[in-house]
């Protein structure tokens, strides 16, 4: 698959269409995260590259290592993103879906773009073969979009891009990654599960932690049996004391 450089939007255009004034927002934004996305994008790509004009198209068909001369790839591997079923209406979180990025740079007309393919999970409760986008909070869409700014520094403008923001990792409500529903892994997308990694980690961590917890607590409860005894033994001599004192008087 080739891909064509589509000229640049000026930062007016891109204004209308992320605010939804301009008559192509229509086809640009073809869902709510999907303006999400492109505004934070644009907000801070202006804030990182002023002087540069990028975009940002979403593509479905986009292929991973089909690059055509120029174009560099990043592919985010542990996104979080909520599925809701068009068939059956079941709804799940995952850690665990994966974003394809191309992006180009024309550094003499200082124009940048940035294709996007987000792939999408099917519902396991009721077996459809439709495949389900993801939804996204814009939090989490700042995190992503920061780590596409970090690739391109380093890729497109052979620059350091500083740190890369995992911050879905410890999410545990998506549950072990199931490939068969996944169509990144169908495609032969072999992607890093952070939250699994942890889940190993904790599992170590509270299984080395048991034998402690079952100590302490054992000791615990011999203290307190011992102390028990202890303040019977005292009772017991007070009161042998006191009888043998009383029956001394009579």
Same mark, same amino acid.
């Given at each position: 698959?080739?891909?064509?450089?589509?000229?640049?939007?000026?930062?007016?255009? +891109?204004?209308? @269409?992320?605010?939804?004034?301009? =008559?192509?927002?229509?086809?640009?934004?073809?869902?709510?995260?999907?303006?999400?996305?492109?505004?934070?994008?644009?907000?801070?790509?202006?804030?990182?590259? =002023?002087?540069?004009?990028?975009?940002?198209?979403?593509? =479905?068909?986009?292929?991973?290592?089909?690059?055509?001369?120029?174009?560099?790839?990043?592919?985010?591997?542990?996104?979080?993103?909520?599925?809701?079923?068009?068939?059956?209406?079941?709804?799940?979180?995952?850690?665990?879906?994966?974003?394809?990025?191309?992006?180009?740079?024309?550094?003499?007309?200082?124009?940048?773009?940035?294709?996007?393919? +987000?792939?999408?999970?099917?519902?396991?409760?009721?077996?459809?073969?439709? @495949?389900?986008?993801?939804?996204?909070?814009?939090?989490?869409?700042?995190? @992503?979009?920061?780590?596409?700014?970090?690739?391109?520094?380093?890729?497109?403008?052979?620059?350091?891009?500083?740190?890369?923001?995992?911050?879905?990792?410890?999410?545990?409500?998506?549950?072990?990654?199931?490939?068969?529903?996944?169509?990144?892994?169908?495609?032969?997308? +072999?992607?890093?599960?952070?939250?699994?990694?942890?889940?190993?980690?904790?599992?170590?961590?509270?299984?080395?932690?048991?034998?402690?917890?079952?100590?302490?607590?054992?000791?615990?409860?011999?203290?307190?049996?011992?102390?028990?005894?202890?303040?019977?033994?005292?009772?017991?001599?007070?009161? @042998?004391?006191?009888?043998?004192?009383?029956?001394?008087?009579?």
């Amino acid at each position: 698959m080739k891909e064509r450089m589509i000229p640049a939007l000026a930062s007016a255009q +891109v204004k209308q @269409l992320v605010l939804g004034t301009h =008559p192509a927002s229509r086809t640009v934004c073809t869902s709510l995260t999907t303006c999400k996305w492109k505004k934070v994008f644009y907000e801070k790509m202006e804030a990182a590259k =002023p002087a540069d004009s990028w975009e940002l198209i979403i593509d =479905p068909n986009l292929k991973p290592n089909e690059l055509a001369p120029g174009w560099k790839q990043y592919l985010e591997q542990h996104a979080s993103g909520r599925f809701h079923c068009s068939w059956c209406w079941h709804t799940w979180q995952s850690p665990h879906v994966v974003i394809l990025f191309h992006m180009y740079l024309d550094r003499a007309q200082r124009a940048g773009s940035v294709r996007m393919r +987000v792939f999408k999970q099917l519902c396991y409760e009721c077996g459809t073969a439709r @495949l389900d986008e993801s939804s996204m909070l814009e939090v989490n869409i700042e995190s @992503l979009v920061d780590n596409l700014i970090t690739n391109l520094h380093e890729q497109c403008y052979g620059e350091s891009g500083g740190q890369y923001r995992i911050h879905v990792a410890g999410r545990r409500d998506g549950g072990p990654h199931r490939s068969e529903f996944c169509e990144a892994c169908q495609e032969g997308i +072999v992607h890093w599960k952070p939250s699994e990694k942890l889940l190993e980690e904790d599992t170590a961590f509270s299984g080395a932690s048991k034998p402690r917890a079952q100590e302490a607590s054992g000791y615990n409860f011999f203290s307190l049996r011992w102390g028990l005894f202890w303040a019977s033994l005292c009772l017991l001599i007070v009161y @042998l004391q006191f009888s043998f004192r009383s029956s001394t008087f009579l």
